[in-house]
């Protein structure tokens, strides 16, 4: 198996194809001297201005700022007073649009991805290309299967709760 960290242009690309895509894919985190790799089996998809689930249907805001940059940028954002969620931004600059991580092996839920790889607000806006705390790369296998499915927790979003834009890889281990 190979490792090759992905590219800015891996996430300059819709979000409805980097989401799915990012299945089977790991994520590096590097803490104190000590790199980890985690492979991510579950992502959801928001996608822009017109998709009122997405943080970006109120326009750009401080909060927001990031998901109108390039792909391939962290979105991190805290939640019910307690949990980081990690977003990878996608598309062109000024197309807001970022993949949830809502799994990797050993850890299921976006609060628990988080505290497994102790992310922060302080990587908002850290760019994954250059980063030296957290990458993306691919380890080189094939590409898994993929499910999709409603995305979660998102009720007050009309039509848009019902698309599938929930990625999730039955072939790799959840815990």
Same mark, same amino acid.
């Given at each position: 198996?190979?490792?090759?960290?992905?590219?800015?242009?891996?996430?300059?690309?819709?979000?409805?194809?980097?989401?799915?895509?990012?299945?089977?894919?790991?994520?590096?985190?590097?803490?104190?001297? %000590?790199?980890?790799?985690?492979?991510?089996v579950?992502?959801?998809? =928001?996608? +822009?201005? %017109?998709d009122? &689930?997405?943080?970006?249907?109120? $326009?750009?805001?401080?909060?927001?700022?990031?998901? =109108?940059?390039?792909? $391939? /940028?962290?979105?991190?954002?805290?939640? =019910?007073?307690?949990?980081? /969620?990690?977003?990878?931004?996608? &598309?062109?600059?000024?197309?807001?649009?970022?993949?949830?991580?809502?799994?990797?092996?050993?850890a299921? $839920?976006?609060?628990?991805?988080s505290?497994?790889?102790?992310?922060?607000?302080?990587? =908002?806006?850290e760019?994954?290309?250059?980063?030296?705390?957290?990458?993306?790369e691919? +380890?080189?296998?094939?590409?898994?299967?993929?499910?999709?499915?409603?995305?979660?927790?998102?009720?007050?979003?009309?039509?848009?709760?019902?698309?599938?834009?929930?990625?999730?890889?039955?072939?790799?281990?959840?815990?």
């Amino acid at each position: 198996m190979y490792f090759m960290r992905l590219s800015t242009s891996f996430f300059e690309r819709d979000v409805l194809q980097v989401a799915p895509d990012l299945l089977g894919k790991y994520i590096v985190r590097q803490i104190d001297g %000590e790199t980890t790799k985690h492979r991510i089996v579950e992502t959801e998809a =928001y996608r +822009g201005e %017109e998709d009122l &689930a997405c943080h970006a249907s109120k $326009g750009r805001t401080p909060r927001t700022d990031v998901m =109108y940059r390039r792909g $391939g /940028m962290v979105y991190v954002y805290f939640i =019910y007073g307690m949990h980081y /969620m990690l977003n990878f931004v996608t &598309a062109a600059e000024g197309e807001p649009q970022a993949v949830l991580i809502r799994a990797v092996e050993n850890a299921v $839920g976006p609060g628990r991805v988080s505290k497994l790889l102790q992310v922060d607000k302080s990587f =908002y806006a850290e760019d994954l290309a250059s980063s030296t705390r957290i990458w993306v790369e691919d +380890g080189g296998e094939p590409a898994p299967k993929v499910k999709t499915d409603k995305r979660v927790g998102i009720g007050y979003a009309g039509a848009w709760r019902d698309k599938p834009w929930r990625f999730i890889t039955p072939t790799l281990a959840r815990s």
